[in-house]
């Protein structure tokens, strides 16, 4: 009669006694993610006998066959994540450029507000100035007239 199955004698779940043996560094350590539901988070370490079993043998070839596959997919989706990368770098260089060109002209509008302001002021305090005893009328009107004219050409040229 065969003693009941015990884990701390090394016996597993059919009461067969199995041999322990340690598992070193170099034996190779195998941990199957992504295959069968059967394979699912195990890993353990397998002794030399074990690796010199075709059926493991073929099991590792098959995971190894299944990863290959994998990288190269993957190898496609680095080459266009890099390019939506350079993509993406090229598209923020642009916005900034794009964002100081509309600093810019948000700069040069208001210059050109205050300017145009600044020009009807004068050629409208122009009759103000007017008197026969001096020219500071005419002088003011031509002056608001030419600063006007030179905010027009500026918007137009802009």
Same mark, same amino acid.
């Given at each position: 009669?065969?003693?009941?199955?015990?884990?701390?004698?090394?016996?597993?779940?059919?009461?067969?006694?199995?041999?322990?043996?340690?598992?070193?560094?170099?034996?190779?350590?195998?941990?199957?993610?992504?295959?069968?539901?059967?394979?699912?988070?195990?890993?353990?370490?397998?002794?030399?006998?074990?690796?010199? !079993?075709?059926?493991?043998?073929?099991? $590792?070839?098959?995971?190894?066959?299944?990863?290959?596959?994998?990288?190269?997919?993957?190898?496609?989706?680095?080459?266009?994540?890099?390019?939506?990368?350079?993509?993406?770098?090229?598209?923020?260089?642009?916005?900034?450029? !794009?964002?100081?060109?509309?600093?810019?002209?948000?700069?040069?509008?208001?210059?050109? !507000?205050? !300017?145009?302001?600044?020009?009807?002021? $004068? $050629?409208?305090?122009?009759?103000?100035?007017?008197?026969?005893?001096?020219?500071?009328?005419?002088?003011?009107?031509?002056?608001?007239?030419?600063?006007?004219?030179?905010?027009? $050409?500026?918007?137009?040229?802009?």
């Amino acid at each position: 009669m065969t003693p009941p199955a015990t884990p701390e004698r090394g016996d597993d779940a059919q009461g067969q006694h199995v041999a322990e043996t340690p598992v070193t560094a170099e034996q190779a350590t195998t941990s199957a993610t992504g295959g069968g539901e059967a394979f699912k988070e195990i890993t353990r370490g397998l002794t030399d006998p074990e690796l010199a !079993s075709p059926g493991v043998q073929k099991l $590792i070839l098959e995971l190894l066959r299944r990863a290959e596959g994998r990288c190269t997919v993957l190898e496609g989706y680095e080459e266009r994540f890099h390019g939506a990368d350079k993509r993406a770098d090229v598209a923020e260089e642009k916005l900034k450029g !794009s964002e100081e060109r509309l600093k810019g002209q948000a700069r040069f509008e208001v210059l050109y !507000s205050c !300017s145009l302001g600044a020009g009807f002021a $004068i $050629i409208g305090l122009a009759p103000f100035f007017w008197d026969e005893k001096n020219s500071r009328g005419p002088i003011a009107l031509a002056f608001g007239i030419v600063w006007v004219t030179g905010c027009v $050409i500026a918007k137009l040229v802009k």
